[in-house]
């Protein structure tokens, strides 16, 4: 610890010195910080005080925003949400009697279009933009669309949906990839499929989408490629439907890798 010496003392050895002019420099250094410190506050409150009218105005700008956007949320954008479904419930049971094989062609239409005064998928998407129902809206309509052999649409459609669900979401994804395996494109289906398959890892839609996803890439040519899908599928969902086939594949791909 420092020392400090009375006034008119004199060090008596060239240590003792050195030590004194040490803890000089060091107050000397520590003033200066602090007196930095106090210039900065000072500014500081000089900038608050000179600006508290413009402050206070931006503080109660981004308090509107925020009560705007949760107002928005509760008032506008939930009862939107609410009538949507609403709207979507004749559209929906028009596109499940066509999933069931009942008039399929002419109720997957009245789906995407409405009917009776109804609204169709593409009346929801339209009307309650960027709301949930809008969003399985365009599920539906991709789906709709796909079984209608529209494949264009069907792509459109459910590219726009967006999904949590551990099936419904990979679900689209590998439908994209049907449909551009009809457009004959399979590299654009490959892609497709192998989102689709590791979206979610589940029993349900990952081996569906690893199987179709190494059947295109042998198809196309890509055996080592194709030969890991089919073994993912052969250790990590061996209860699947899909790796009681698998070995036959597996086979393919190997004889295709070997020459």
């Known amino acids: 610890m420092a020392t400090y010496k009375k006034r008119g003392y004199k060090p008596k050895t060239e240590k003792e010195q050195e030590v004194?002019?040490?803890?000089?420099?060091?107050?000397?250094?520590?003033?200066?910080?602090?007196?930095?410190?106090?210039?900065?506050?000072?500014?500081?409150?000089?900038?608050?005080?000179?600006n508290q009218k413009y402050i206070f105005i931006i503080i109660g700008v981004v308090a509107a925003l925020v009560l705007s956007y949760l107002a928005?949320?509760?008032?506008?954008?939930?009862?939107?949400?609410?009538?949507?479904?609403?709207?979507?419930?004749?559209?929906?049971?028009?596109?499940?009697?066509?999933a069931n094989g009942i008039s399929s062609d002419s109720l997957y239409n009245v789906a995407l279009k409405g009917s009776e005064g109804k609204y169709g998928m593409l009346d929801v998407i339209k009307e309650y933009s960027g709301?949930?129902?809008?969003?399985?809206?365009?599920?539906?309509?991709?789906?709709?669309?796909?079984?209608?052999?529209?494949?264009k649409n069907a792509i459109t459609h459910l590219d726009k949906f967006e999904s949590e669900d551990?099936?419904?979401?990979?679900?689209?994804?590998?439908s994209i990839g049907d449909a551009f395996m009809q457009l004959e494109q399979p590299e654009q289906a490959l892609k497709y499929y192998l989102q689709a398959a590791k979206m979610r890892n589940n029993e349900l839609t990952a081996p569906t989408y690893f199987y179709k996803a190494g059947i295109t890439a042998l198809n196309l040519g890509k055996a080592s490629e194709a030969l890991g899908y089919f073994n993912t599928i052969k250790d990590t969902y061996p209860n699947a439907p899909e790796a009681a086939s698998v070995e036959v594949f597996i086979g393919k791909a190997q004889a295709m890798s070997n020459k």
Do not use: C, R, W
């Not at 129902?133 to 529209?150: E, I």
């Not at 551990?166 to 590998?174: C, F, I, L, V």
């Open 166 to 174: 551990q099936a419904a979401g990979p679900m689209a994804k590998g």
């Open 20 to 50: 004194i002019e040490q803890d000089l420099g060091e107050n000397s250094t520590t003033a200066e910080v602090f007196d930095a410190l106090d210039e900065t506050a000072s500014k500081t409150e000089d900038f608050v005080a000179a």
């Open 131 to 151: 709301t949930p129902a809008s969003n399985l809206a365009n599920y539906y309509a991709g789906m709709a669309y796909l079984n209608l052999k529209d494949y």
């Open 72 to 98: 928005y949320t509760k008032l506008v954008q939930e009862p939107a949400n609410e009538d949507g479904m609403n709207e979507m419930y004749h559209a929906q049971k028009q596109f499940n009697d066509a």
